[in-house]
């Protein structure tokens, strides 16, 4: 049996039939259930969560692109999903008509899936990024496309500033 520990083992030691099935999970304390969606599986699937529970992902076109890796924490990511107008329009009427302003919350998870047996490799996902707000939303006719980031985690600001007044030395640097 092929056993995948995280994202790492999958790209560098996992057999060619291992491929990684990503999913999106969208919630907001409104919707009665969150939105499922799996990218790479036509038929649906049902996963196991990191708590244990097994849900049923649907199936849906998705697009995920992963932000730029950066040193201050911040992880974003760029989803198209393929809905031609059906699945989240009605779901943010009801965010608006309730004059809410939470984000609808976004988890990213990714799994092990062989599909040579059609059998995950490992029950549970291997990457995850969770705690992401919807904050930014653009729609047409085929698609919605919407980014997900943390909060900004380093807007504190530390250290000392410097100016004129206190270090008359640094006007040369200028």
Do not use: C
């Not at 969150?34 to 849906?60: C, K, Y």
């Not at 911040?74 to 031609?84: A, K, M, Y």
């Not at 919350?105 to 059998?119: E, I, L």
Request: avoid cysteine; glycine fraction near 4%.
């Amino acid at each position: 049996m092929v056993t995948i520990d995280d994202i790492k083992d999958l790209h560098l030691d996992s057999s060619p039939s291992i491929a990684l099935l990503e999913t999106l999970e969208v919630s907001h304390s409104l919707w009665s259930e969150p939105i499922r969606i799996v990218t790479n599986h036509a038929d649906g699937v049902d996963a196991m969560l990191e708590t244990g529970e097994v849900v049923s992902f649907e199936f849906a076109p998705l697009i995920i692109n992963k932000g730029m890796t950066s040193d201050d924490l911040d992880q974003n990511l760029n989803i198209t999903l393929g809905d031609l107008g059906e699945i989240v329009p009605p779901l943010i009427k009801q965010i608006r008509d309730a004059a809410s302003d939470e984000f609808p919350q976004v988890t990213y998870r990714a799994y092990a899936f062989n599909t040579a047996s059609m059998t995950f490799a490992k029950d549970k996902p291997i990457d995850i990024i969770k705690g992401l707000n919807i904050e930014q939303m653009s729609r047409d006719h085929q698609a919605t496309t919407f980014d997900a980031k943390t909060s900004d985690k380093n807007t504190v600001k530390t250290g000392r500033p410097y100016s004129l007044d206190e270090y008359p030395d640094l006007k040369g640097l200028l």
